[in-house]
């Protein structure tokens, strides 16, 4: 008895802990910033979605500055800087919205590194002088940005990075390399992770603004992948690269933790697009199983078929449930570290398990490029991989738990 009421109490104040949080509540505000997204993508994006595809990007200057001139790429920043200064929940809306309509993942990739991969600790720590020369640009669409952190010797152990700011006179001059740049084929500037002194791996690192057409920056390849084509994935090398020592970003010395701060923000992105793009995934394959037929009855009248398709639908509430309880936090000014990791972590299975499970009532049909649900299932695959893999925020989680063993907490993101 006396246990069973312990248990009671124990869930009744985890339940108060997020019961007495706000939770999102979206207004008509809300409403019309949806609309205007959906505008977009009906008018700028999904009607050249399958030559970028095929070509292998889209035109970033061209894209981001309708979105630029939209507010959609600086919601939540300072109005000084062309920002919106809107809440968090906004940002949601936005991602929910992309995610749900943008008919490949590629251009979402991109807006997601554009808005809030390569902007927040910009936006977050720096000089007023950068914030003219490199936010306002980012957020009106004038400029495209990247955010430079993996490396071809390894993206997962991130203090361990190779990339080196030395510093001469007023300047810094960078030698080394970076892989796997989303948006870096086409960007103006890169957000770009080095180690600026020697010594503790987590303290001797700095995020600077490089601009990329100075001397020295080669654009080695813009890399092949098996899905988020419309996306360019650019490898990028620094051969001698100068520039000014005020380029770096706050504190010098302070990039590591600037960027796992960065990262919880990218981390909440992937909550957003991937409950969304998984429901529009659940909700086509309804439509389309209400038409197929087999047996003499449609598809989704088998109970196999409708109630697997309601399981999926639940793993996306659990994942969205999440999310809203991270976004009201994040807006509330709380450290949001452990839940962006569980969203990233779980989002990413979560949607890689809808894009699977409902390919297959797609039959045949599933397995070829004239439907949506083939790309997806090919697009998402690298959510588990891509800014921080599945095993990384497994580690966030244990250090967060007290149970990653000693010797590796250092290392841990
Ligand atoms: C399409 C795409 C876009 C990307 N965009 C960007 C970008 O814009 N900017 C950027 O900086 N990076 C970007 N990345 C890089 C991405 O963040 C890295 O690929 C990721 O962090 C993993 O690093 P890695 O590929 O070097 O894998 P590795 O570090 O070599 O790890 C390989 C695998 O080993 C496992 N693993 C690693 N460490 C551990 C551990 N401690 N315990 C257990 N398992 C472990 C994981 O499963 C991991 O996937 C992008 C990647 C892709 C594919």
Known sequence: MLASRGLV??????????????????????DELRSTVRKIVEKDINPFVDQWEKEGMFDGHKLFKTLGSAGLLGLCRDPKYGGQGLDYSFSVAMYEEFGYHINAAGPLT????QADMAQPALAR????????????????????????????????????????????GDDLIINGGKMWITNGYQADWMCLLANTSQGSPHKNKSLICVPLNL???????????????????????????????????????????????????ERLVVGSTSTASAQRAINDTIEYCRQRKTFGQPLIDNQHIHFKLAELQCEVEAVKALLYLAADKFIEGEDVTYLASVIKLKGGRMLREVADGCLQFWGGMGYSDDVLISRLYRDTRVISIAGGADEIMLGIVCKIMGILPKAKKDKST
Not at 110 to 113: A, D, N, Q, R, Y
Not at 243 to 265: H, L, S, T, W
């Open 9 to 30: 109490n124990c869930i009744s104040k985890r339940y108060i802990s997020v019961s007495s949080s706000r939770l999102l509540k979206f207004t008509e505000q809300h």
């Open 110 to 113: 991109g807006i997601g590194v």
């Open 125 to 168: 720590f720096a000089s007023e002088e950068l914030k003219q020369t490199f936010l306002a640009p980012t957020i009106s669409g004038d400029f495209v940005a990247c955010l430079g952190v993996s490396e071809p010797e390894g993206g997962s152990d991130v203090a361990a990075i190779k990339t080196t700011a030395k510093r001469e």
């Open 215 to 265: 001397p020295g920056v080669h654009r080695a390849k813009k890399i092949a992948k098996m899905g988020n084509l419309s996306s360019d994935t650019a490898q990028i090398f620094f051969d001698n690269v100068r520039v000014p020592a005020k380029n770096i970003i706050g504190e010098e010395g302070m990039g590591f933790i600037y960027q796992m701060i960065q990262f919880a923000d």
